[in-house]
């Protein structure tokens, strides 16, 4: 299991949202958090 980054949701990694950002990938819980990150991604990753 992952950790939705967005709403922090725990998501299996077969769900079809998901998407790489700076070599590492995120897996979401729907398409509403998979646009959020979209949009900020800085804000929901953990540095
Ligand atoms: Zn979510």
Redo the contacts with the bound molecule.
Sequence with gaps: MQN?P??G?EVNEDTKYKLSYKGKTYY???P??MAEFKKRPEKYIQH
């Design positions: 939705d967005v709403c949701m979401f819980c729907s509403l958090c």
